[in-house]
């Protein structure tokens, strides 16, 4: 589990095909990795990634063709920045929200522009994930938690401050750029809770009126 507050910046130093998978080395800059063993998990843009290997200036993971599929660590390219967090521990202040580094898709910026110091950004999510995305609820964008300032349809805004900026990768981010999206696991959770018995039928159908009626949520 992480917290989404990102500790340092990383840089990519190689990537490695093996076969349908591959071995990602990260160079993990001012990260502290004294207490990092083999078989930890560090969360790379928000997807949660074990070092294989400790090189000494990072780690390096192996990905599997799954992870290629649902995120964006496949588009990475040596030289590329990414957001680097060490898996949370029982001492550790949770600043942001519990995140799990199960990426649940990939959107896209659509929109950067200045909002006095800070900047506002739109990003648009996959429709299967925009029941997910609320109003001032949290959600998690390459790894780094935020507060959705305004939601419309699969569209959603996000007000960034300069010291965010510094300290992720998110300065970077443009039009068209493309990002990792893991929403709030509260409302993954409670959504299949939901479905009650028809989760085992495989035929949940979701949330609707009635259902919320029927539990209580609606009157």
């Known amino acids: 589990m992480f917290t989404g507050i990102i500790q ?25 990795l004294s207490d990092v063993c083999l078989g930890d998990s560090i969360a790379v843009n928000g997807v949660c990634l074990t070092a294989v290997e400790l090189p000494g200036d990072g780690f390096c993971a192996d990905v599997s063709a799954e992870t290629l599929k649902r995120t964006g660590i496949g588009n990475l390219k040596p030289g590329n920045r990414v957001n680097l967090e060490k898996a949370l521990t029982p001492s550790t202040r949770l600043g942001g929200h519990l995140v799990s580094g199960h990426v649940d898709g990939i959107g896209e910026v659509i929109a950067r522009r200045s909002d006095g110091r800070s900047e506002r950004f739109t990003i648009r999510a ?30 959603f805004e996000l007000n960034i401050v300069p010291h965010t900026l ?11 750029t493309q990002v990792n999206l893991e929403v709030d696991i509260i409302a993954r959770y409670l959504e ?28």
Do not use: H, P
């Open 126 to 155: 996959t429709d299967n994930l925009a029941r997910y995305i609320a109003e001032k609820g949290s959600i998690c964008v390459d790894g780094i938690s935020l507060t959705v300032n305004a939601v419309r349809g699969a569209e």
């Open 8 to 32: 340092a910046i990383g840089t990519i130093a190689a990537i490695e095909s093996q076969g349908e998978d591959v071995r990602l080395r990260v160079q993990t800059g001012r990260l502290d």
């Open 166 to 176: 510094q300290e992720t990768t998110m300065g970077d981010f443009q039009a068209g």
């Open 192 to 219: 299949r809770l939901l479905q009650g018995e028809n989760a085992a039928k495989g035929d949940g159908g979701g949330v609707s009126l009635q259902k919320l009626q029927d539990y209580g949520f609606v009157k």
